[in-house]
């Protein structure tokens, strides 16, 4: 069976050569139309996202299907906030990126996204979302997709859509409202969005947890989220309660599970998969009954009646939901009892105490790593003023400013063991640009030996050093250039890939602190020390030789 499990060496993430970028249309053939598609992907705003066309309605991206990244305010093709046309003819390399076109004969098409990163919380966007949407045959296609859209996307008929929007709650121009908009926060629709989204990642991670060969072998969907996406629009339809008080049941949460678990069996037996488990074996009770308490959580942080919360309540609120589905996802066998707690805390205690890890998550310099750590008990937990410290970025972690023209070495500080077990990973960046812009090109130099001997034999994949080329933001930036966050989108091996570096305070090295950078690829965290920092660059590498130069061997090898 052919794996699609990435593996990119020098990050110490698998890299294959299936994600290639580019149309993947033929060239040389004309078709009835071909259009811009263009739109903002909200949970919270999704940034560098992969936006695709899935023209096989298959759930994942295959090599000929069209696909561009959302912007650093999750925008593709086309950004209203700066008036920035990415398909333009004078658009840069960098901004073709985001451009998404579509040639085809048929309409309508169905519109996904999976990956990359959510703005309001600055972590990893888990799952799929989708959109199926009429494409004009002239001018541009406009969208939005989000949790809401993607609910409806997967029902078959207009008369299922109609009755599935009833029992949400909402009109059909309600598909349309960016619920998170920067000027104009509607906490109704967020409240529904996130209580959809967040319970549908709990479900179809405990079914891809089983079902792993969903993601992974060729012509399987990317995760299991929209079969369950697929499996609540269905329950709901034959539902006699509004969706709020069917998704806060979690027998009824355990039928969602039990009838995606159907359409991925099915999936198997297509693909001619080994089942992993016999029928009817997979247990969903604990995932059920800490996804059946999200609407009651969601309902006290973001109340679903108009101007109950502003933009960075909204933000802080986000947070606080993330580090819940966070420390779920995490809970592989059940015994986390922070998780209970941190219901607990959301229920039970005051207003003002609730309201005030609410306001410390909204700060620019929020921590969400920081709460999942917690575990909502004890003196950090008593009085508001604790707070502050629970979600604050670790000490001596300083916001990026003014990278443009530098260069940052980041060293993994595990060497291994001689003499048939020898480690050396480092990466550097270098920051193209100068003054104040807060995004540009890259390159680096990445060098990654793991399981090499003494002798000078390297492990498999290895590289003692490899050019990279892609582009940097940073993420979220303020008005003065401070972000805590710096976006990579990394070209390798033919394919496209995405990170983020985060300050992380000081890490203690032969007795000594130094400066560290937590480096997120794909959702795999590493904490990695930088004896300079950021420091000014007078010269690119131009290849791999260079880079061999530039990261000589800490092992001896």
């Known amino acids: 069976m052919f794996s699609k499990k990435l593996i990119f060496s020098a990050f110490a993430v698998a890299a294959s050569l299936t994600g290639c970028g580019g149309t993947g249309q033929d060239e040389g053939r004309s ?13 919270g705003h999704v940034v560098r996202t992969t936006v695709f066309v899935d023209t096989n309605n ?48 048929a309409t309508p098409v169905v519109v996904r996204v999976d990956s990359g990163y959510d703005l309001s919380t600055g972590e990893p966007f888990v799952g799929q979302m989708a959109r199926k949407v009429e494409v004009n045959s002239t001018g541009r296609t406009e969208m939005l997709i989000s949790p809401l859209t993607t609910l409806v996307t997967l029902l078959d008929n207009s008369e299922d859509r109609a009755r599935l929007l009833t029992v949400l709650g909402l009109e059909e121009s309600d598909l349309d409202v960016d619920y998170l908009d920067e000027e104009n926060v509607d906490p109704e629709l967020m409240n529904i969005a996130l209580k959809v989204h967040k319970i549908v990642t709990l479900l179809a991670d405990r079914l891809t947890d089983t079902y792993q060969s969903i993601g992974d072998e060729l012509g399987t969907p990317n995760d299991a989220s929209q079969e369950v996406y ?24 355990n039928r969602v599970v039990q009838g995606a678990e ?17 029928d009817d074996t997979l247990d969903s009770t604990r995932i ?12 006290r942080i973001i109340p679903p009646q108009p101007n ?32 209970t707690n941190a219901f607990d805390f959301l229920m039970n205690a005051s207003s003002e105490l609730v309201d005030a890890l609410r306001d410390a998550l909204s700060s620019d310099s929020a921590y969400v790593s920081g709460l999942v750590a917690n575990d909502f008990t004890g003196d950090d937990f008593d009085e508001s003023g604790d707070f502050e410290d629970a979600v604050t970025l670790p000490q001596g972690a300083m916001p990026f400013n003014a990278i443009a023209g530098k260069k940052v070495r980041l060293s993994d500080t595990d060497l291994g063991s001689a003499p048939n077990n020898l480690k050396d990973i480092e990466v550097i960046f270098y920051f193209e640009g100068s003054g104040d812009q807060v995004e540009g090109e890259l390159v680096a130099c990445a060098k990654y030996i793991d399981g090499a001997n003494s002798s000078g034999t390297l492990g498999e994949g290895n590289t003692r050093g490899t050019l990279i080329n892609g582009f940097w933001s940073m993420l ?14 990394i070209t390798f091996l033919g394919a496209t890939y995405q990170a983020i570096i985060k300050p992380a305070g000081y890490l203690t090295v032969d007795g000594e602190p130094r400066f560290a950078l937590r480096f ?29 130069a530039r990261l000589p061997s800490r092992v001896g090898i």
């Not at 339809?237 to 509004?242: E, G, H, K, N, P």
């Not at 502003?310 to 592989?332: M, N, P, V, Y």
């Open 288 to 299: 059920s009954e800490v996804a059946a308490m999200l609407p009651s959580a969601v309902d």
């Open 31 to 43: 078709y009835n139309i071909e259009a811009e598609l263009s739109g903002r992907v909200v949970d």
């Open 58 to 105: 298959n759930g994942t991206r295959d090599a000929w299907e069209p696909k561009a990244f959302t912007d650093n305010q999750g925008y593709f093709s086309y950004n209203p906030k700066t008036d920035t046309n990415y398909c333009a003819d004078t658009a840069t390399a960098s901004q073709k990126e985001f451009c998404l076109v579509l040639r085809t004969d």
């Open 520 to 548: 997120d690829f794909e959702g795999e965290i590493r904490d990695w020390v930088t004896e300079n920092g950021l420091e000014t660059f007078l010269e690119l590498p131009r290849s791999d030789d260079e880079c061999v």
């Open 230 to 253: 697929r499996s609540m629009g269905q329950s709901l339809l034959v539902s006699d309660s509004t969706a709020s008080n069917f998704l806060g049941i979690s027998d009824n949460l």
């Open 308 to 339: 109950s919360i502003t933009g960075e309540q909204a933000r802080g609120s986000a947070r606080l939901l993330e580090s819940i589905i966070i420390k779920a996802l995490r809970d592989d066998n059940g015994s986390d009892t922070s998780i």
């Open 262 to 278: 159907d359409g991925i069996r099915a999936i198997y037996d297509r693909r001619e998969l080994a089942q992993p488990i016999p």
């Open 476 to 489: 979220g930036a303020s008005e003065s250039g401070e972000s805590y966050s710096i976006l990579t989108t």
